[in-house]
């Protein structure tokens, strides 16, 4: 589904990763590994096309990153970042935001879905909050509900469950992984610190070597 | 005409800048340089321009009035770049193509439009005109600029967040293009509002000091205010998509690490 070829990437003339290869194909949870400042989030960035390639190429369905329409690529590879960024309005209208963009302007907003992701995020009261007083953990799981709902193809998780507890992070792990299960082609990029989160969440480990 | 003024009176004038410095010494202030030569340079830079524009004047030839309003032109791009904090490469150039669009086209409308100057470059009315509109494009072109470049910095995380849900570069800079065009265009906003009653404007002023009735000086500061409000916002405007295509590129990428601080650059 989606494919990595000789990828590099260089921050301040040291090479972090070099000749780097990887594979996804539907219904793999792959977690990527590495000590921190290995560049584990950048390579997540550079899959999702938020950073240019410095070498190789990327591949999504038989078609290379460069040759897409990076809105159209982005809405199939879908970046949740750490710390998620949001405007100044409420739940329900940072979830509808996405769905008022050129991309996805043939879809309409699923309240249900929305509702019932919430509910059994164990936060059915979420939607009328203002996001200005969310919490980290909230934010997250606020940008997780946001990304399902968009249906992408390949969901890159950042660290994107670090900010939740220890229940939380183990009702979001169940959802994403009913998520992977419910489509037909559906697949999950890990990258996460807490190596008993790794064990359960992925099938296969990409680990990313210093140089 | 007004009364001429001898250069003995002028030197009166400057002896008003001795209490400044008096100030200064009692209190401390340490400013007593830079008050000095702070005057001494405004008094040389306009003498001299007194100079070059009297000779341009008795030249009445199109060339020398061009090539004073590019060089003013190529000094406010310049300086409409002094106050970001942050610039990126090209940065000088989206700055004079800005300004120098912007108040060429404004300038040339008002010229040969409004007014009906006859010649157009006659330097009377051209090079005044220009340096007032210049003067207010490059406030606007530089407010626009700074905030602009520190709102993408700023507002990093909620604009790579858009991208990453699929925006197009243009969607997810729209919040920051907004309010770096309004934010070029408030100094002329509230000048207008206050115009007449807490300001009195220096050309009008200066019309009506040379003999010019009251009615005329103050059609004139009409047009003048017209010319410049739209030549700052188009500047504004200008300046702002230009940068944003320095710093969002074709893959709808922002490329934030073009940005430097003030030193670098």
């Known amino acids: 589904m989606l494919s990595a070829s000789d990828l590099r990437r260089t921050v301040g003339g040291r090479v972090l990763w070099q000749g780097l290869n990887l594979q996804v194909q539907a219904g793999d949870r792959l977690a990527v590994t590495g000590p921190s400042g290995s560049g584990k989030s950048l390579l997540l960035r550079a899959l999702a096309g938020l950073d240019p390639l410095e070498t190789g190429e990327v591949v999504l369905q038989g078609r290379s990153q460069s040759r897409w329409p990076m809105p159209e690529y982005r809405s199939q590879v879908m970046y949740l970042p750490q710390r998620p960024a949001f405007g100044q309005g409420t739940v329900l209208a940072e979830l509808r935001r996405p769905f008022g963009l050129k991309v996805h302007s043939g879809r309409s907003f699923p309240l249900d879905e929305a509702e019932r992701w919430l509910a059994a995020l164990g936060r059915p009261d979420f939607l009328n909050l203002s996001v200005t007083t969310l919490s980290g953990g909230e934010g997250q799981l606020l940008a997780l509900v946001r990304a399902l709902l968009l249906s992408p193809s390949v969901l890159l998780l950042d660290e994107a469950t670090a900010s939740l507890d220890p229940d939380a992070t183990h009702t979001a792990e169940i959802a994403l992984d009913q998520w992977c299960a419910a489509g037909p082609a559906r697949a999950l990029v890990w990258v996460s610190h807490d190596p008993a989160q790794r064990a359960r969440v992925a099938t296969r480990e990409l680990p990313v070597v210093p140089q | ?265």
């Open chain 2, 1 to 265: 005409m007004s009364v001429p003024i001898s250069p003995v009176q002028l030197l009166l004038a400057a002896l008003l800048m001795l209490v400044s410095v008096l100030l200064s010494w009692r209190l401390r202030l340490n400013l007593g340089r830079q008050i000095v030569v702070a005057s001494v340079r405004m008094t040389v830079q306009l003498l001299l321009v007194g100079l070059i524009l009297g000779w341009v004047f008795a030249l009445r030839h199109p060339l020398p009035v061009v090539g004073i309003g590019l060089v003013m032109t190529v000094l406010a791009g310049q300086a409409a770049v002094g106050r970001s904090s942050r610039r990126y490469p090209g940065i000088y150039l989206d700055s004079f193509l800005a300004v120098f669009g912007s108040s060429f086209l404004l300038n040339g409308l008002a010229l040969s439009g409004i007014l009906q100057v006859r010649p157009w470059f006659e330097a009377q009315y051209a090079v005044p005109i220009l340096g007032m509109v210049l003067g207010n494009t490059l406030t606007g072109v530089s407010l626009s600029l700074d905030r602009f470049t520190s709102d993408v910095v700023k507002e990093r995380g909620e604009i790579e967040a858009l991208l990453a849900l699929g925006a197009t570069r243009w969607e997810a800079a729209h919040g920051s293009i907004m309010a770096a065009v309004r934010t070029g265009m408030i100094p002329v906003l509230n000048s207008m509002a206050v115009m007449g009653i807490v300001s009195l404007p220096g050309m009008m002023t200066g019309q009506i000091l040379a003999g010019v009735s009251p009615n005329t000086a103050v059609r004139y500061q009409i047009v003048i205010m017209f010319v410049l409000s739209a030549s700052s916002a188009l500047g504004s405007l200008a300046v702002t998509l230009l940068a944003f295509r320095a710093l969002f590129d074709a893959q709808d990428r922002l490329r934030a690490e073009r940005l430097m601080g003030k030193k670098q650059a």
